[in-house]
């Protein structure tokens, strides 16, 4: 088998360990310390998410959603697939580098979402745009971390907290979609989604096609 090719490294701003982007033939992978952020094979709950998450807007006119963060781009992509050609989606992403990849040797996995005029990059903490928008989009789409958890930065812990949930909900329209993924069920957070007054719906979905690890997708409506 061939030996992991390694890119790129950047530092992230108070991580101890630096992201790392590697490549193996056709195959990428982001890496902070030992943990496997993303690989470019196993996509298929990310996309899950967009589909889901944006499924009520399909018909809809200027839609607006918010896809957090970037990643490798496939949710952003499967995100402008389901929406018409004057929606505006704003993805937030805490990590220049992850942008200048997704514009590089990224870009093509997922054919170069951050070229469609629709899209808006936000260099930041999607927490942060979430706590300046009110009212604003019709969906919005967590994919930060490896659950609602904050394994690979303690901060994001709080975007899963009941408070964290109450800001999403705030910066949602009436009827807006929360859309969140993670790499492993919670049921004390769908409890939680309840409590920030959205209607919960658990998707268990796997990471490719119909196989490889099972991973789980909260929607909820505000109410
Ligand atoms: C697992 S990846 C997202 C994968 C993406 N769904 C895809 O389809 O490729 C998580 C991304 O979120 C970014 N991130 C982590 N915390 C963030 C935050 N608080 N705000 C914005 N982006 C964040 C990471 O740098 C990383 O690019």
């Not at 607006?64 to 992403?93: I, P």
Request: proline share 4%; with cysteine.
């Amino acid at each position: 088998m061939r030996p992991w090719e390694l890119l790129d490294t950047s530092p992230v701003a108070g991580q101890a360990h630096d992201l790392k982007l590697y490549r193996r033939g056709d195959e990428y992978s982001i890496k902070t310390g030992p943990i496997e952020l993303m690989n470019s094979r196993m996509h298929a709950s990310e996309d899950v998410l967009a589909e889901l998450g944006c499924k009520h807007l399909r018909q809809q006119r200027q839609s607006k959603v918010l896809v957090g963060g970037l990643g490798m781009g496939f949710t952003l992509a499967k995100t402008l697939e389901c929406l018409t050609d004057d929606a505006e989606v704003v993805v937030a992403e805490l990590v220049p580098a992850v942008v200048q990849w997704n514009q590089s040797h990224l870009a093509h996995l997922a054919h170069f979402p951050l070229k469609d005029s629709r899209v808006q990059v936000f260099h930041g903490d999607v927490g942060q745009l979430m706590s300046a928008k009110k009212l604003t989009f019709d969906a919005i789409l967590l994919d930060v971390d490896n659950g609602p958890e904050g394994l690979t930065r303690q901060e994001n812990e709080a975007l899963y907290s009941l408070n964290g949930l109450k800001n999403a909900a705030a910066a949602l329209k009436s009827g807006g979609i929360l859309g969140v993924w993670s790499a492993f069920p919670a049921p004390k957070f769908t409890k939680r989604m309840q409590q920030a007054g959205f209607h919960t719906q658990e998707v268990p979905c796997r990471a490719f096609a119909k196989k490889g690890s099972k991973h789980m997708v909260w929607l909820g409506k505000k109410k």
